[in-house]
């Protein structure tokens, strides 16, 4: 059982920028793919971005080319880089890892993060 803890959100005014961390209580080099999902008050759980252990990254359209995803294997860690952030970016962000040929399947406790002036 892989346990995920985030870190780093917060508010951040809009243009802003804020590094997302997700901790794995072991491993990650097993682990095939990790992701970012966020949801909003009211709304469903939407993919942000993805990698694979082999570093393909995938993201989602509204976050293409502001957002970027990347897995420190040493560290057993996952980032998610966020500029030039808008007020529709807030939400709690998730992490998510899964095996291969698997859903994801463990999910960390989610953290805020709020843009606003």
């Known amino acids: 059982q892989v346990q995920l803890v985030e870190s780093g959100g917060g508010l951040v005014q809009p243009g802003g920028s804020l590094r997302l961390s997700c901790a794995a209580s072991?491993?990650?080099?097993?682990?095939?793919?990790m992701g970012w999902y966020r949801q909003a008050p009211g709304e469903q759980r939407e993919l942000v971005a993805s990698i694979t252990n082999g570093g393909s990254t995938s993201y989602g359209g509204a976050v293409k080319g502001r957002f970027t995803v990347s897995r420190d294997n040493e560290k057993n860690t996952l980032y998610l880089q966020m500029n030039s952030l808008k007020p529709q970016a807030t939400s709690v962000y998730y992490c998510?890892?899964?095996?291969?040929?698997?859903?994801?399947?463990?999910w960390g406790q989610g953290t805020q993060v709020t843009v606003s002036s």
């Open positions: 998510a890892a899964r095996r291969r040929f698997a859903t994801y399947q463990y």
């Open positions: 072991e491993s990650i080099v097993s682990i095939y793919a």
